[in-house]
């Protein structure tokens, strides 16, 4: 029962909820570590589930020492499950009704410093200038528009590997980014990301295969990149800074968040740049703004 169950609900999160295929795979692990642990326990299969066992469930896992946003994850996903298992006539109740997350630590997020990302930028460009080989050359232009946009547009790795040539507006200066389910957001980017674009895609056909298709951007090769080919490149990047944190591409989302929020920009329009669903995700951008200011009033006011 229990394998059928999960491979409907699987299906229906994919084709009627449009949730992305990252968000199913990690619905579908929770549901998995769940069936685990019933079988460990003897509690029985899905359809014997009570609210007593699921708080067990996370109780274990708190004992085991799983991170708080693990748990509060796969009590979503169990509610989840559950809901649309009754709702479909599937199970005869919902046991995880009463079922509530762990609260998560809001931690705020390392950042980068405006000058570690201009000096970052600045590196990879004049490493592009001094390449005189042309595949070398083009693969260095291509690393330092990946960069420029990540930066400028805030924009998440898998939206940057599927951005193809058509998604560049430069008259508009802004990029049509296709985000989590699947809903286009437009974002604005500046001249900056917008000739080191133009330098790129001047030289993308001695790299780019006939299987990347209209991909914007491709990896060494020809085939659209994959994101373990920007989160290395990221990662190297702020390695050639000094005292820059080692950050991934999501680390120049919050750098770009932060930024723009100590620049002025309000909340609300953050919030549409980044594709968040609710302005309380955005809302932790502001924490790390503050955080900065009460660092740089202490360090630097005299009577602080």
């Not at 326990?41 to 896992?61: H, N, Q, Y």
């Not at 996903?77 to 599937?90: D, I, K, L």
Request: with cysteine; proline share 4%.
């Amino acid at each position: 029962m229990g394998a059928d169950l999960i491979e409907a609900w699987v299906r229906h999160l994919g084709a009627e909820r449009n949730m992305s295929a990252n968000t199913v795979r990690a619905y579908a692990g929770d549901l998995a570590h769940l069936v685990d642990y019933l079988d460990r326990t003897g509690s029985g299969e899905l359809g014997d589930v009570d609210l007593r066992t699921l708080r067990r469930w996370l109780a274990g896992m708190h004992a085991a020492g799983a991170e708080r946003a693990t748990m509060q994850r796969r009590a979503a996903a169990a509610r989840v499950f559950f809901a649309w298992a009754h709702s479909t006539g599937r199970l005869a109740a919902d046991p995880a009704t009463g079922l509530r997350s762990p609260r998560v630590d809001r931690r705020l997020p390392a950042t980068v410093e405006v000058d570690q990302a201009r000096q970052m930028l600045e590196a990879l460009a004049d490493r592009a200038g001094a390449e005189t080989d042309p595949v070398l050359r083009a693969r260095a232009l291509r690393d330092v528009a990946i960069v420029e946009v990540l930066y400028a547009g805030g924009v998440r790795v898998g939206e940057l590997c599927g951005l193809d040539a058509a998604s560049v507006d430069a008259e508009r200066q802004v990029l049509r980014v296709r985000g989590k389910g699947d809903k286009d957001r437009t974002v604005p980017v500046g001249d900056p990301a917008l000739r080191a674009l133009e330098a790129w895609r001047s030289v993308r056909d001695l790299i780019a295969a006939p299987q990347a298709g209209e991909a914007l951007f491709v990896g060494d090769r020809g085939a659209r990149i994959d994101p373990r080919v920007v989160r290395r490149l990221v990662h190297r990047a702020l390695a050639s800074v000094p005292d820059a944190p080692d950050l991934g591409p999501h680390g120049l989302r919050h750098a770009m968040a932060t930024h723009l929020l100590e620049g002025g920009a309000d909340l609300r329009s953050v919030q549409e740049i980044l594709g968040h669903a609710s302005l309380a995700t955005t809302q932790i951008y502001t924490h790390v703004s503050a955080e900065r200011l009460r660092t740089a009033y202490q360090q630097a006011h005299p009577r602080a």
